[in-house]
Structure formats: structure tokens, C-alpha cells
């Protein structure tokens, strides 16, 4: 770990690193180790083999759902437990987080020792990729934004994590997270809490960074504009993680072809193949978290508010589209 990372972090990171093995037992495709209690009771903890980083209303749960079809991905536990970016900062201990990754994995290890080469659990929280609201009081208040985020903890904990990021063309994102979020969603109050949001925004860009107004989730009150300013965060992880370890998607492509992408991820995880008629079975099943009801009964957004969206993540999806050289990520 670096030192300033520990000096302006801890606590309470410092007890992920006090933690920590040196190494991890071998033999495991799941990063575990043991816990020495006494000589009677010795626990093996395991961190995630993967997580799916974000983003909210983009498919996660669904790219979730469909990655535990795998045979050798232990499902049935919660997605979205929220430690790294924030139960960590509410109190709950390091303990209780690797308790609900590894409770299950090591119960099916306990089982069958076999296993232990090719079983993996993942961390599908969906905030992952792009909240860091605590910065200010980490690094005060800097123009250029944080000095690390969640990528450097990650990096330093786990530099072979499988990193997923799941993106959806950033309007239709927002309008989705308004129809979810929201107590009494309407495409009118939509329309001024996004023109609100907007020029909240650039008050913000007047006296810092866009990177650190990205980063300062009370800039976002009415409408989580921040979140659809992919380039800003995939930049910063792509600073400390390999663009191999990262499998970046759209939803859009997700939704189109995930028979011909469930078998990349898969691949990307190193799991073994599986028959194109169980790919199928897995695409075909019920796709996870829409707000289509919600969508139907509310109505879709106003074509102005559309438009005054547009033009504001215009020139961020042309950032991102270069940034990871591919122009599907522009969202014609």
C-alpha cells in the first residue's frame, strides 16, 4: 500500500490491509486465505473474484443475474452490499463484508474440496465505479479533485480483480434513475430538477474541476447528473488498472446480443465454457430490475428536457468514446 494512501485513509482502511495475507492460499481461483482463531477453529475468508463496478439503471443486476448462471459463480447473495464506498464509512467492519462474500463459497468448499480451484463469488455494487461524496473530508477541498479514489484502495487490496462496467447512454440513465429513485416521478419535475441540476453544475466547474464537481455528490441534488460522466471515472481506474482486467460494455449491446457476449465474460473470468443451448437459456431468462411499468404509467421524458441533456453529455461521450477508442460510446 502506498504510504500516502494509508496516511489519508485510515481509518478505517487500514483494517482491510492489517487483514490481508501475504499471499493467498494456493490451489484457490478465489482469492482466500485463512483466518487463525485457535487451533480448533481456523476460518478461510475470500474476497470477490469480480465486482460489476456500475453504473445504477444500466443493467447490473441483470449482468449479474446472468454471469451466476455460470455453474461454478456462487449465487443467491446480495449484490450490492456498498462497502467499499460506503458501509466501510458507516462503521461496518471488513470482517462482516468478507463474511457475506465467502459464508456461501466456503460452505460449498467445506463440501467438496474439488471445488476450490474453480468456484468464485462477485461484488455486483453499482456504486463502485463513481462515489467517492467523502473526498472533501479525506483530502479537503482540492480543485482538481481527489488525490485517490476507490480504484487506488482497490488496486492496492486486489490487482487482479475482473472488473466489469456496465454503461447506457447517460439520458435515458438519468430519466431511468428519476423513474426508480424518486417518490412521485414526473417527466415535469424531471425537467426542472435536470435544468436545476445542469446549472448547479457549472456553478461548480466556475471555482473547481469538472473531476471534482464529478466527485461531489451534493452538487446532485434533484437529479444524479454525475453519474453519466463515465469518462471522468474510467479514466481515473484505467490510471491504476490494466484495460485487460476491465470489461466495459453497453447496455444497449447487452440487451442486443448478450448470447454472443455472455460467452466473452465468461471467458474473461476464466470459467469454462458452457453449450450454446444453456447461453441461451441463461439470455432468455427474465431480465432483471426494469422500471417498465413505472416507465409506462409516468410516460417518457419531455423532448426539451431531452435535447438540454443532450448537449450537456455531448462533448463527455465524445471524451469517453476516445478515451476507450470505440464510437459506439458516442450514443448516435
Not at 2 to 24: G, M, R, T, Y
Not at 93 to 109: D, H, I, P
Not at 256 to 278: G, H, Q, V
Not at 294 to 320: C, P
Request: net charge neutral; glycine share 6%.
Amino acid at each position: 500500500m502506498p504510504a500516502n494512501l494509508s496516511l489519508v485513509l485510515v481509518p478505517p482502511i487500514q483494517e482491510v490491509f492489517d487483514a490481508l495475507p501475504d499471499e493467498f492460499l494456493p490451489g484457490y481461483k478465489s482469492p482466500c486465505w485463512v483466518i487463525r482463531t485457535n487451533a480448533k477453529d481456523n476460518k478461510i475468508r475470500c474476497l470477490p473474484y469480480f465486482y460489476i463496478l456500475g453504473t445504477p439503471k444500466s443493467g447490473t443486476s441483470d449482468l449479474w443475474d446472468k454471469i451466476s448462471g455460470h455453474p461454478d459463480v456462487i449465487g443467491g447473495i446480495l449484490k450490492e452490499p456498498h462497502w467499499w464506498t460506503r458501509r466501510r464509512l458507516d462503521g461496518v467492519s471488513f470482517e462482516s463484508y468478507l463474511q457475506g462474500r465467502s459464508t456461501k463459497l466456503v460452505n460449498t468448499f467445506n463440501q467438496d474440496a474439488s471445488n476450490k480451484d474453480k468456484l468464485i463469488v462477485g461484488d455486483g455494487s453499482a456504486s463502485t465505479l463513481w462515489d467517492n461524496h467523502n473526498w472533501m473530508e479525506a483530502f479537503g477541498v482540492r480543485k482538481e479533485g481527489p488525490e485517490f479514489v476507490t480504484a487506488q484502495i482497490l488496486r492496492a487490496v486486489q490487482p487482479n480483480a475482473k472488473l466489469f462496467v456496465i454503461l447506457r447512454e447517460p439520458v435515458s440513465r438519468l430519466y431511468s434513475g428519476h423513474l426508480y429513485f424518486h417518490r412521485k416521478p414526473h417527466p415535469g419535475r424531471f425537467h426542472n430538477d435536470s435544468v436545476e441540476t445542469i446549472a448547479r453544475f457549472h456553478r461548480c466547474t466556475a471555482t473547481l474541476s469538472a473531476r471534482a464537481c464529478a466527485y461531489t455528490t451534493s452538487q446532485q441534488k434533484g437529479v444524479r447528473l454525475n453519474i453519466g460522466l463515465y469518462a471522468i471515472y474510467i479514466r481515473d481506474w484505467l490510471k491504476v488498472f490494466p484495460r485487460d482486467q476491465m470489461f466495459i460494455l453497453r447496455l444497449e449491446d447487452w440487451h442486443e446480443d448478450c448470447t454472443e457476449i455472455l460467452p466473452n465474460i465468461y471467458a474473461f473470468l476464466n470459467l469454462k465454457n458452457l453449450s450454446e443451448d444453456k447461453i441461451m437459456e441463461i439470455c432468455q431468462s427474465r431480465t432483471i430490475n426494469t422500471n417498465l411499468r413505472t416507465a409506462h404509467k409516468v410516460g417518457d421524458m419531455f423532448n426539451e428536457t431531452r435535447t438540454i441533456l443532450q448537449e450537456f453529455y455531448s462533448g463527455w461521450n465524445q471524451e469517453l468514446s476516445e478515451l476507450l477508442g470505440d464510437e459506439r460510446f458516442l450514443w448516435h
